[in-house]
């Protein structure tokens, strides 16, 4: 290619609004990402068996795999950029004042990515090898973030028992308070750590009583509080408030732009000024400090401003489907409906014969037989996950048909399942 085709091509990608996924490209997706490990907690390999060349492809494996809006491209391609280290890019300026109205916080930083946010709390917030922070024993920055507060910050973890609502017990929590510094045999706490929504209890939103508590507990013994609030945005639709009523009990703050909200990239890291200002150094620190990047914040500003809305919709579609699984197949799955909160459903699964590797594998297939049964082969790709159980994640590139699509696939799968299951117990 000629240097001067370079930038057509480019220019042509940016333009070039969302196509939809094929199945082929889905189910290549599908087998080269990881997935959880329902025993470990870590990752493998999951491959999609069958045809999958034909048909329509509901993608539910996470939020995280949505596509910018023409919006978003457009804006992308017109804004207006500078050199963002040096704080001259006007988009990203923008975007920074914008979060912080809306978060009621001092002062906001663009960053790349959820987990740099997050590590880069933990560094300011705990400014000395060695401090610890409390977190929930399910929390994402404890357990898919790779220790990173330990491995680069040189910051200790205690956990507390995370609840199935994502809280966890306040006494529990005080009594992991260490009072012996400085005594040189403990650590000294810092922090304390919250998931808003939690991801791997099902998406479920905070109690506004229970952070009131924390932040109350945290203040008691001079301690911060920092949330993990990737989704704080779907917590905020859910409650029915202002994103400013759920973080007036925080400190600081972590929000994603690149899942429900849709951008391609970008967190929003939030809390007082002098805060900002260290976290400014330290994503200096880990790299993070990109230029002309007001590109991927013109993106931002629409997520702020468009997409949170819109939200509501993916809600209710993820109870939509969550009420089909309870309706049609309870001796196959079991789901809890009350704790259907946001955008995230994750199911049990009853039948022994099927595993949760298994039925993934089936709701991404596509076969003739299921195309002469439904008229239309549908490819639902979904992540098995850990206690024998099924996550499903919903996003704006869902809609009410795609969700219609993938219960119709559930059925066909559970009836089709059921059926071997009593030709061989014959």
Known sequence: MSLSAAPCRTLFTLLNLRKPLSVRHAAAAAHALPVRDPDRRGYHRQSWPGDATRGRVV?????TVTKPTPEMRRAMLVS????????????????????????????????????????IAVMVHCRERGDEMIVGDMCHLHIYEQGGSAQLAGVHSTTVTTLPDGTFDLEQLESKIRHGYPDAHYPRTRLICVENTHNVQGGRVLPLRFLQ?????ADRYGLSVHMDGARVMNAAVALGVPASTILQHTHTVSVCLSKGLGSPAGTMLAGPRDFIAQAVRCRKALGGGMRQVGLLAAAGKISLQEMVGRLEKDHQNAKTFAQAVTDYTPSLFAVDIAAVETNILRFRMQ???????????????????????????????????????????????????????AIRKLKYVASKHMKERNVKAQ
């Open 351 to 405: 039948d022994p014969s099927l595993t949760p590797a298994e039925f993934c594998a089936r709701m991404g297939q596509v076969d003739e037989e299921e195309e002469a049964a439904l008229g239309q082969g549908v490819s639902v790709l979904m992540y098995p996950y850990f206690g024998n159980s099924v996550r499903a994640v919903w996003h704006h590139d869902i809609s009410t048909e795609d969700t219609q699509l």
């Open 80 to 119: 207006e950029v500078g050199d963002d280290v040096m704080g001259e890019d006007p988009s990203v300026n923008e975007l920074q004042k914008l979060a912080a109205d809306m978060f009621g916080m001092e002062a906001t930083l663009f960053v790349p990515t959820g987990t740099m946010s997050n590590l």
């Open 213 to 217: 508590e924390v932040r109350a507990l």
């Open 59 to 63: 993608d539910l494996r996470s939020d």
